[in-house]
């Protein structure tokens, strides 16, 4: 039986989504892979550092079995109507918050069957489950980084749980987002530890993964700052070489954020690039920041140029694949209606589909990668290859003997954003 929630609320109208398209020989929703995101739409609940809750829901206060499966029924009913073929969710978006880890563990076991059964009756899949391990007090120092070994030991246990779930219904990621792992002030935090334990929780991470048979991805997810001062896993290099130290570059990948590229100073492309060229790709959190306000705004993306050149390496590097397109994003504090939570997601979804497609017909057209193998031309050359397995004594011989002389290119940027501007 329909919640009602959804009563009288318009269906989104598509111009540019089209699941079934055919983009680059790929279905376009096989190229998107749209995840809603639990968190944002369901439960938050309209908070911000001046104001409380502004969000009245039917299934508010969230720390009741009944209201948690209304929860869930409601965001069934949005996911048909979106026709989305993804969703997300931490531990404690799903279940209500009771106190224990024992009492925890079995609400989330509960939801989370229910849950399943849910999908049964949906075309909608799981495309990463997470643990929340910063809202609650007992992580205000950190989870596998925390000084206090028991909450370090209650953060696997936590993350254990989560990825049974994740695993039981058929979760195609784990993402492990670091929101505590960092600090705040240096006075009181040995960086070089926590860095350790770190690295040894997410190995514990992946053998466990290896044990029960997850086929899924596990993915770690970067963001400079917010809510620590500093966040271990900054960056997608950051993250790269953290992983590559912990011998962990084979097994765990990224899942990178618009917004939390923008805070670390690059743009989303930047760390797609990052993280494509050393084979790292996992997935993305969509969404963008109001680049006024310096912090972590989680707005719908609204900015084709940018979401085009983000899928243009999405692209280049071949894909997806098991990851997907999960709008991380929320709606403003003011946008109190259930039409604005299909209007968010609606909007986004033709953003990304104009971003996609646009970043198909550059790839097509092939003048950037063209331009791109042009300006590399010289190194094609079997001398210049046999340079790179050289030495400086050979190099210097063989600037002098040559008398070679380097005539400068330009480099071509305005004529390459021209190019680009055709398409977007
Ligand atoms: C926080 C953020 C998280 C992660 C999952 O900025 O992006 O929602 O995506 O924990
Ligand atoms: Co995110």
Redesign the pocket.
Same mark, same amino acid.
């Given at each position: 039986m329909a919640t009602g929630f959804f009563d009288g609320v318009e269906p989104p109208k598509f111009h540019h989504y089209n699941p079934d398209e055919i983009v680059m020989g790929k279905r376009m929703e096989d190229h998107l892979r749209f995840a809603v995101?639990y968190?944002?739409s369901f439960a938050w609940e309209g908070q911000d550092p001046f104001g409380g809750q502004t969000f009245q829901r039917p299934w508010h206060p969230q720390d009741d079995m009944g209201r948690a499966k209304l929860k869930a029924d409601v965001a069934f009913e949005m996911f048909d109507l979106l026709g989305v073929p993804f969703f997300?969710w931490?531990d404690a978006d799903i279940r209500p918050e009771q106190g224990s880890f024992a009492e925890n563990l079995r609400t989330l076991n509960e939801i989370t069957d229910y849950i399943g059964e849910k999908m049964e009756g949906s075309k909608t899949r799981l495309l990463w489950g997470?643990a929340?391990m910063?809202s609650d007090r007992r992580w205000m120092s950190g989870a596998s980084t925390n000084p206090d070994p028991d909450v370090f030991a209650f953060a696997a246990a936590t993350v254990k749980s989560c990825l049974d779930a994740t695993h039981k219904l058929g979760g195609q990621n784990y993402?492990?987002?670091g929101?505590r792992e960092g600090y705040e002030t240096l006075l009181n935090t040995d960086m070089g530890q926590e860095l350790d334990h770190m690295g040894r929780f997410l190995s514990m991470v992946v053998d466990y993964k290896h044990k029960i048979g997850f086929e899924g991805q596990i993915l770690v $997810?970067p963001?400079p700052q $917010?809510p620590s001062k500093h966040q271990y896993d900054y960056d997608a290099a950051t993250c790269i070489g953290f992983l590559r130290k912990y011998g962990l570059e084979n097994e765990v990948k990224l899942?990178l $954020?618009q917004?939390?590229a923008i805070l670390a100073g690059h743009s989303f492309e930047h760390e797609i690039a990052v993280a494509a060229s050393e084979g790292m790709l996992g997935s993305i959190?969509m969404n963008r920041n109001d680049y006024q306000s310096g912090w =972590?705004t =989680?707005q719908f993306p609204n900015n084709v140029p940018e979401v085009a050149l983000a899928y243009y390496h999405v692209l280049n590097a071949g894909g997806l694949g098991k990851g997907g397109t999960?709008f991380?994003a929320k709606l403003r504090r003011q946008s109190l209606d259930a039409q604005d939570l299909i209007d968010g997601h609606a909007g986004g979804m033709e953003i990304c589909a104009r971003g996609l497609k646009a970043a198909a017909a550059m790839i097509e057209d092939g003048g950037l990668n063209a331009a791109l193998a042009d300006r590399y031309a010289g190194w094609k050359s079997p001398d210049a290859q046999a340079m790179l397995t050289s030495d400086l004594e050979t190099l210097a011989q063989h600037v002098l003997s040559e008398n070679i002389a380097p005539f400068p290119r330009s480099g071509r940027q305005e004529a390459l954003e021209n190019w680009v501007n055709r398409f977007v």
């Open positions: 995101a968190w944002h997300c931490h997470t929340n910063f993402v492990l987002w929101g $997810e963001k $917010e899942n $954020e917004g939390h959190d =972590d =989680d999960n991380d």
